[in-house]
């Protein structure tokens, strides 16, 4: 079974800022799309940014253009989400998940991680 793992997670003060990286550490990311996901405590899992196997698009929510970005890094076989003026309300559980190349971020992925926690609070 191919693994994901989330890191980078942590207690941040709003207005603060995180990096979060997912690594593959017995497949290789760049054959993948992978997504970035969070889920807040009593609410639907919800998709936040994707990025094309290539790394030449990008996609984020609505609600986080300008202030998240998506990048990876295929020598380090990691994709990075670069978090910036968090909010209280972005507290979640963050997860990435990776889809086969030639297909976009949904719902349904081929592989999730088991994601990393986010607290916005001062």
């Known amino acids: 079974q191919l693994q994901l793992v989330e890191s980078g997670g942590g207690l941040v003060q709003p207005g603060g800022s995180l990096r979060l990286s997912c690594a593959a550490s017995?497949?290789?990311?760049?054959?993948?799309?992978i997504g970035w996901f969070r889920q807040a405590p009593g609410k639907e899992r919800l998709g936040v940014s994707c990025?094309?196997?290539?790394?030449?698009?990008?996609n984020y929510a609505d609600s986080l253009k300008g202030r998240f970005t998506i990048s990876r890094d295929d020598a380090k076989n990691t994709v990075y989400l670069q978090m910036n003026s968090l909010k209280a309300e972005e507290t979640s559980i963050y997860y990435c998940?990776?889809?086969?190349?030639?297909?976009?971020?949904?719902?349904?992925?081929?592989?999730w991680g088991k994601g990393t926690l986010v607290t916005v609070s001062s």
């Open positions: 998940a990776a889809v086969r190349k030639g297909s976009w971020c949904a719902n349904v992925m081929d592989y």
């Open positions: 017995d497949f290789t990311l760049d054959y993948y799309t």
């Open positions: 990025i094309s196997s290539s790394g030449g698009t990008t």
